[in-house]
T-cell receptor, first 111, second 114 residues
């Protein structure tokens, strides 16, 4: 079993839909990251959080440390949100700087 | 302020050759991490360097090596290339390298081994 699991693997939505991507992890973490990767490959950091909730524009990230679970929400989705969304955790006890990545959720938003 | 820059952006090598990938971190960042992303998978940790010293190493063979220079830029070297080394190689920089700090990723180097 992977240490970081994301669901769903693929997600197709209509424009304006509310989207939720889930991430569960099995290791002790110092922080959890949500990242966005576009087809060209470059990765953009969206959020880093260790507790509670963060919001940036139409994006909201939440984390429940006790349940070892995080969600990324996109409100009023738009075709430009189409990308792969990756959850990564910084692992307590692992090599410093070693992020453990999920496999990503491929989101396609249709107009 | 420039972001994390990686070079080259793409390259094609043949099996058995050697390759060097380069990464320049954001100004002020002292830590550089390298990741390998095979198509359809999440990135896998290869190395982390902080203040020119290796701070962590992932589960990769000795054909993979890296170093960090006094200006905090870094090189990743891969010897005796295999077809399976074909991947996107990502560099990420951070201020201290601790996992509680934010990372900035480069756009990656796409390596194809034929």
């Amino acid at each position: 079993k992977n240490e970081v699991e994301q669901s769903p693997q693929n997600l197709t939505a209509q424009e304006e839909e509310f989207i939720t991507i889930n991430c569960s992890y099995s290791v002790g973490i110092s922080a959890l990251h949500w990242l966005q990767q576009h087809p060209g490959g470059g990765i953009v950091s969206l959020f880093m959080l260790s507790s509670g909730k963060k919001k940036h524009g139409r994006l909201i990230a939440t984390i429940n440390i006790q349940e070892k679970h995080s969600s990324l929400h996109i409100t009023a989705s738009h075709p430009r949100d189409s990308a792969v969304y990756i959850c990564a955790v910084g692992n307590y006890g692992g090599s410093q700087g070693n992020l453990i990545f999920g496999k990503g959720t491929k989101l396609s938003v249709k107009p | 302020d420039a972001g994390v820059t990686q070079s080259p952006t793409h390259l094609i090598k043949t099996r058995g050759q050697q390759v060097t990938l380069r990464c320049s971190p954001i100004s002020g960042h002292k830590s550089v991490s390298w990741y390998q992303q095979v198509l359809g998978q999440g990135p896998q940790f290869i190395f982390q360097y902080y203040e020119k010293e290796e701070r962590g190493r992932g589960n990769f063979p000795d054909r993979f090596s890296a170093r960090q220079f006094p200006n905090y830029s870094s090189e990743l070297n891969v010897n005796a290339l295999l077809l399976g080394d074909s991947a996107l190689y990502l560099c990420a920089s951070s201020f201290t390298g601790g996992t509680s700090y934010g990372y900035t990723f480069g756009s990656g180097t796409r390596l194809t081994v034929v």
